[in-house]
């Protein structure tokens, strides 16, 4: 009789804690959409202060990739790296005084663009793919590394926003949410769309992915990592990946295409020695 009225007991103080915390979560609703992008935007908004500066050392790889396509056309695939460099940069975020408070641009400067290493059994790479290359990446202005520019509350009503999911980054619960340029001109070269995972009670990003396509031959898409600073309390770039197509991605023929091979640079890398420095601190 004891034992039963002790299970008893426990089970009753069970039902009475998973009640009380039912109750607690009903008492407390969850954010709307606007609400996260409202604090999205504030979030945003601490990135532009004239106050400081913040600045990160780039260092990637990128791999140029062959997908060679048999004639008859099958549409079958075979991609295969052909050759690779190295490259670093600097990168940075300055104020755009004269675009108000929350505008800001970021500053890419790559070091010495060396020629292509071809990978063994592979011919070298010839100059005018290189040249190509270079003119498709970054050019006029890089692809952004830090998405929450379009978060801003300058930026946000080019966008339209929606939540896709709630999942886990780096034990940290955040939000999925998908978002398309619909404003033109564009911000960049080619009309934007990707993904954002924010945090949604502070609007922190903590990763982003960013896609430009269109009609041009050329398309990117980015994702990079942010890791936070605990100095600073900014989530800063820490990895990235990147898949550039420097000729059409659909077909092996026609304008951009290199005879019957598509060709893209797949990039991975770092970002090192970030730091936030008062803005009249050197480097």
Request: glycine residues 6%; aromatic residues 8%.
């Amino acid at each position: 009789m004891f034992h039963r009225m002790r299970v008893c007991a426990l089970s009753l103080a069970l039902v009475a804690l998973a009640t009380t915390l039912s109750l607690r979560a009903a008492a407390r609703p969850s954010s709307s959409l606007n609400e996260v992008l409202a604090r999205a935007a504030n979030a945003t908004a601490a990135f532009a202060s004239p106050s400081h500066r913040i600045a990160c050392q780039e260092n990637a790889r990128q791999t140029l990739v062959g997908d060679p396509l048999p004639v008859p056309l099958d549409w079958s695939h075979n991609p295969t790296p052909w050759a690779y460099r190295d490259i670093v940069a600097s990168w940075s975020l300055t104020t755009a005084s004269t675009q108000g408070s929350d505008a800001w641009e970021e500053v890419r400067t790559p070091g010495p663009l060396e020629p292509f290493q071809p990978f063994p059994s592979k011919r070298a790479v010839d100059a005018w793919i290189t040249a190509m290359i270079d003119k498709a990446m970054d050019v006029p202005a890089p692809l952004a590394r830090l998405a929450a520019v379009f978060l801003s509350a300058r930026n946000q009503p080019r966008f339209e926003f929606r939540k896709a999911d709630e999942t886990e980054v780096d034990g940290l619960t955040v939000w999925e949410v998908k978002f398309r340029e619909t404003v033109t001109p564009s911000l960049g070269t080619l009309p934007i769309s990707g993904s954002v995972w924010i945090d949604a009670a502070t609007g922190r990003v903590v990763r982003s992915t960013i896609e430009a396509r269109g009609e041009a031959t050329i398309s990117d898409s980015m994702t990079v990592g942010y890791r936070l600073d605990p100095a600073t309390g900014f989530y800063l770039p820490h990895t990235m990946t990147r898949r550039t197509h420097v000729t059409n991605e659909r077909v092996g023929t026609g304008v951009g295409a290199v005879g019957n091979l598509r060709l893209w640079v797949q990039t991975t890398g770092t970002f090192t020695a970030c730091r936030v420095s008062p803005a009249t601190a050197a480097g």
